[in-house]
Each structure stands twice: as structure tokens, then as C-alpha cells.
């Protein structure tokens, strides 16, 4: 695993020599290098290409290394197809003249950035693992549909987006139909669906996103990765800049991801973005004396009446010091999507109480809002002075997702605010004071329980502006945002007005031929109808000249004249 990076040091050399040839870019991974090298004429472009690779020809040369001129490739990106014909550079002896398509780190480049070689080949992919799929179900045997939901997502889809953020947002309306054509293709073998099902119906009864869905998400992802960086990072330049495009019919991340920010940002206010975790904990760092317990018994589970549950939660804090700092944090979610605010009383040994209240953004998840809310109780409660440390802290949570979360430790957090309420826990433990974390049922009539969830309510109303919104929340919402606007331009119809504005699940606790049947009645399409029959030849009648269809196969038959 250190080989690419060790390669890279070694390399970086090779970076400076050619940042030294004019109009050139390098991009590099690992052993992997090109240049992009621009120019007002075909001519300039082609002497600035020819310099770059005489560089890395004479770097090779000085480090005892062999450049595979045999295997380079060269791509004009034009919008005149004459300048393609025009270009020829030399490489370590060998001639390179410019191709139709260029592959690099797996995605087929062409000359106008319309990706239509590389969904063309990723079609080739594709089609055999849609067939491996199919042989993996029958209409009366085969894997259940979570299976083949699970192998359609990660086997075939997966295969479909490799790499989707460099490709799929810039990829022109008719090659992103190609990609839907595969996508539908699995559909169909995940419910059983007939080929005549409307496209809109098969997808959705699938559970399967289309590609558009895909480049909106994949848009509104890649900006908010690049805006998550630091100043000075080069995606994050690209993403900053506003340069002249010289393809104007081309689309990409730079073009999309504002739009679909300002879809989920409806009013003035720009989306602020929260920087990503840079430096991590070291990995030998340990917690320190902090403990974590999630669950109170078999009474606590959700199954239990509020009765059981809480008492079966009385029954673990009482095991804790009654004489302990306790907080009680909570966080609260509108939709468990928007406006996001935690809370959080904090009892004192002597009994004194303070409350805590945090915005946690205007787009957030309940998890998300709970870590601020902690992040609050632990600020407010090392900044308090003369705060007594000889006793221990009870923390009490409602999340089972952010205890988890913070339960892997220091070294595995991801995200801003769950590195800085390690730090803050180990700040506290370092001087002797034992921390313990428990998960609590929600909702089930512990005092202080109810108050977090209060003062969470009431913290979701505080202003959200200036509270940044990290990469995954941003990804999340932008998914719901694409689900939404493809739901509401559904054609009327049958599956319209059976699901309207929601999605179908899959089709638990039946046999597989039961569950394609029902796949196929709520899209409208059932393969065991009469009138489905008639109308592919399959029940003929006598009364068919009345069927009104003029494709009707049965209507068509030629009949005797008596």
C-alpha cells in the first residue's frame, strides 16, 4: 500500500520539471502521468506536448527508467475534427499521432468530452454481468430480491459508475440513455418485469436511481468535495475559477453542482460547506478511560412498551455514581432532513443545571444534529472554571448512531465534529476523570431525556446559516433532491396514482413467482391479464375486430372467407 506513495515522493521531481513548460497542466497518480498542454493553435498545442514529453523522456533517462513510448497516447480536444489529424509528437522514439478516444485511469476520454466511447464500452462491461445476473433468478426459483438488489447495486451498477464523478455529470443526454438502457436491463431481471413496463414504473419498483438521478447526485457531490478542501488546493482552484469553455455544448461538475445547490438552497443564502478532517488521530491513540455502552437490557429494544423501556434505563443509571456530572444530549431534525438543532442539560454534582443549545445547519440528520449537541455539552463544560474533576461524567445519548460512530474510536473519525469531541473527551480523561457513555430509549419518559429533546426543538429555530454543512449531508440531500424531481415528472397513470409521490419497497415474504407478480400489477404490466394476452397474440377471440388496436397481433390474422 506504500508503494504509490513512495513512488509519488520519488516522482515529485519529474512535477517541477515539467511545471517549467508553458500552457502545461500534469496530472499524476502514482506511476500514471499525463499532461495537458493547451495553446491558441493546433500547431502551439502540439510544440508544447512535444517539449512536455521531451521532459519526461530526459527525467526518465536521468533515473534510469524506460518511457513505453509504444504505449503513450495523445487526444486533441477540439471542436474542429481537422485538428485531430493534425497533431504527431515523438516519445522516446516512438510516433504518437493523435486518436479519436484516450484512456486514462480507466475512463475513455474523447475529443469533445461527450463520454460516448466510454459509455459504449462500458455497455460492453455490462451486458455479461446482466446476463450472470439473470441466471441468477427464474420465474419460480432463484435468490430473493434483497439478493438481487444487492448484487444488481454492487455488480452491475458499480460497474456503470466507475469513476462516475469524472465522466457522468459532463456525458450528453443521448449517451447517459445508453447507460439507462443497462440500468433497466438489471431492472427487469431484479422484479421480473415485462419489456413492454413503462421505464418510470420498472426503475422505481426496482429501487434502482437512473443515470440522470446519478449526474445531479454525482454534480452536487463532486462540488461539495472540492468546496470542502483548503485554500490552495488544486480541485478546489478548479472548482473557484470561472475559465472560458471552449466546448459550449459540454457540461460538467463545475456547471451542475450550483444548480443543484441553489435546489437545496432555495432562498439567497449559499450552501456553506464544512471543511473536511485532514489530520486524523494517529491510529496506536487510544480513548482513554472513556467507556461506551449501547443497550440497557432486552427491555430497551423499540418492540417493548415505554413502560418496560424506561424502567429497564432506570435500572442502568442506577448502577452510575449518583454524585456524577451527567449530560443529557439529544438532536432534532425537521423531516429528520432540515433545520437541525441539539440540546443538552448538564446536572452538576451539587445539582446546579445549565442548558445547552446548538444549531447543527439547515441541512442536517437527527446523528449529525446529537453530535453538535454533545460537541456543546463537552465546551461548555470544560470552559467552566473551577468545575469539579474528581468526579466521574455520565453522558447519556439517544443515538445509537453516534454512540457507534464514536465508539471506533479517535483514529476512525471522518468528520470535524466527531474528532473534536474526542479531543474534548480525552482532554477530560487526561486528568483522571473516568468518562462513561449510555445509550438511552428515546421517548419514554425519562425526565432529562425529554428536556434534550426540548432544548433540541427549540435549537433547530436558532439561525442556520452560519452553521457549515458537511460532504455526506450534502450528498444525501441532493440524492433526495433528484429522487424528488424525477418522482413529480412521472407520466399519469396507473402506478401514479397507486404510489404518488412515494417510492415502492421490495416485495418481502413471498416466493419469487408471487413476487413478480406483483411487481408486475403495481406497474401495470401483468403477464397473467387477459387483455395483456390478447394484445400480444396469446388469446385470440372472435370478437377481436372490436378491439379498437390496429397492433393488435390477434386483430391482424388473416381471417377465411366462407
Known sequence: MLAPTLYTLWAADLITALRSVPGTEIFMYADDTATLSSGATIEQAGRRAQQAADTISAWADRWKMRVAGEKTQALVLSQWARDASRLSIRVAGAEVTGGTTLRLLGVSFDRLLHFGAHCNELRKKVRPRTAHLRRMTGRRWGLTE??????????????????????LPAASESHLTLVDRELRAAARVVTGCLASTPSHALMAEAGLPTAHMCRDIRAARQL???ASLPAGDPLRTLADSSPPRRLAATLGWRDRGPEMFARLSPGDEPLTIEERLHVSAPPWQDGGEVSFHLDVGPDGSRDRPPELRRRAAEERLESFPADATWIWSDGSAEEGVHRGGGGAPIVTPVGVTREVRVAAGRLCSSTRAELF????????????????????????????????????????????VAADIWKALQGISATGQPIQLQWVPAHCGLPLNERADGLAKEASALPQEDTPIDVTTVTRAAARSASARWREAWPDGWHKEIWGSRLPGPVEGEDRCSAIDVHQLRAGHWSCSEQYLHRIGRRPSPGCEQCGSVRCPAGGRAVPMG
Open 373 to 416: 449537541a454533545l460537541k456543546a455539552a463537552l465546551e461548555d463544560l470544560t470552559s467552566t472554571p473551577d468545575r469539579d474533576t474528581t468526579r466521574p461524567i455520565i453522558i447519556c445519548l439517544d443515538s445509537k448512531a453516534a454512540l457507534a460512530l464514536l465508539k471506533n474510536g479517535p483514529a476512525a473519525q471522518r468528520t470535524p
Open 224 to 226: 461539495a468535495l472540492a
Open 146 to 167: 434483497r439478493q438481487l438488489r444487492t448484487v444488481a447495486n454492487g455488480y452491475v451498477r458499480g460497474a456503470l459508475e466507475y469513476a462516475a464523478g469524472a465522466w
